[in-house]
């Protein structure tokens, strides 16, 4: 499987590391030989049609900041400094964009994996990266949720339309498999409602607040241990929340939304006096994101009874599902990680690769 990888930051470099240590393994279960024939950052890109050799692109990315010195290393000056970034493989004095849209269109790969930063604003780089590599018959694993926040419905109609797979498991969940619980696990089953903690950040600076610290204090302490971004209004403001909360309705509910159907509302207004109230009747507040049984899609803060099982502390996210007959159950994990997200994107390119031996 020949695989073009826009995004080589903490997630993309996870992935690297992952096929590396589990070539033998994936090979022998999967009959699968994941091969990045291209891998792009926000500098330049690296191409090998026979596949780049994952050990040196993880180098040439440390020492150089950039992989597009891989085909290029002979431009170093003596102290190492980068002379022309690869964007001289496909073509000096481009920019990044025409670069990425060049080699999606023109590489023979079956599958692009595409893992630049999230943008709720109009959903770019992703959502062009996507879109091109699906009308040129290429399949799409994405962990970056923006393109799917904005336009999900018309993403899975240009997919099918192209007789390609869109797969995001990462998106939702990290490594925590979310997504597919609901729609493998339960297919038996009807789902009615699902109420979830789909942002970890959030759910790390309310558990702050329980233990005695402000909102702020407890924001700057986030950011300390690399939980909240110097903007933390992607989590804060409930954007990311939603943009998962879109997606899952989508995904689960067979809904057809975007971000701009759900009512959020972020933790900022959260006061240590909301947080002592609750605690005084047994519960605790958390931003929850729900999808109710009239198929309302809401995000906001709201108290918790203490011994739900949705009730989780620190960075951990957890989503309960009301099924018509198994009744609630509850699925929990880590929500975010590089070589989490990386195992995610493991899973979706095995699914693609079992779709294609049966198509
Ligand atoms: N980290 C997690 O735990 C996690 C979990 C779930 C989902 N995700 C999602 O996964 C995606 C990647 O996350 P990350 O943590 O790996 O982010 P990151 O470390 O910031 O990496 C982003 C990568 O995208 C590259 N990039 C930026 N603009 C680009 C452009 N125009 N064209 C090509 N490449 C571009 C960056 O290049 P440079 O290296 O040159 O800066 C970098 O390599 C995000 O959408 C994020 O929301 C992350």
Not at 69 to 78: A, G, I, L, P
Request: charged share 25%; aromatic share 4%.
């Amino acid at each position: 499987m020949r695989i073009i990888l826009v995004g080589f930051g903490v997630v993309g470099q996870n992935l690297a590391k992952l096929l590396l240590s589990r070539t033998d393994d994936v090979y022998a279960r999967y009959g699968m030989k994941p091969r990045i024939v291209a891998a792009i950052d926000s500098r330049g890109a690296a191409v090998c049609s026979s596949g780049l050799d994952l050990q040196r692109l993880l180098e040439v990315k440390r020492l150089y900041g950039t992989v597009g010195v891989y085909n290029d290393e002979s431009k170093q000056d003596e102290d190492g400094d980068v002379m022309h970034t690869g964007m001289d493989v496909v073509g000096r004095d481009r920019s990044t964009g025409s670069v990425v849209d060049e080699i999606i269109r023109g590489m023979d790969a079956e599958v692009l994996v595409e893992a630049t930063p999230t943008n709720l604003r109009d959903g770019e780089p992703g959502l062009s990266n996507i879109i091109t590599a699906i009308k040129h018959g290429k399949n799409v694993v994405t962990v970056n949720k923006g393109p799917l926040a904005l336009a999900m419905p018309s993403l899975l109609e240009l997919a099918e339309y192209n007789g390609v797979m869109l797969r995001f498991s990462g998106t939702v969940g990290g490594g925590t498999p979310i997504l597919e619980f609901a729609r493998h696990c339960l297919k038996g089953d009807r789902i009615l409602s699902f109420r979830g903690i789909l942002n970890g950040t959030t759910n790390y600076i309310l558990s702050m607040m329980e233990e005695g610290l402000t909102f702020d204090d407890a924001l700057e302490d986030a950011r300390r241990k690399g939980y909240a971004e110097a903007d933390p209004s992607l989590d804060v403001d409930g954007y990311d929340a939603a943009a998962k909360l879109a997606i899952m309705a989508n995904w689960i509910m067979g809904m057809k939304v975007t971000i701009r159907d759900v009512r959020f509302r972020g933790i900022r207004d959260v006061s240590l006096d909301d947080i002592l109230e609750a605690k005084s009747h047994g519960s605790v507040i958390k931003l929850l994101a729900s999808c109710d049984e009239s198929r309302r899609l809401s995000v906001e803060p709201m108290r918790v009874e203490k011994s739900e099982p949705l009730c989780v502390n620190g960075t951990l996210n957890a989503v309960t599902f009301k099924s018509e007959h198994s009744g609630e159950l509850t699925v929990i994990g880590k929500g975010a990680g590089g070589m989490e997200t990386a195992s995610a994107i493991l899973r979706d390119l095995i699914e693609v690769r079992e779709a294609m031996s049966v198509g």
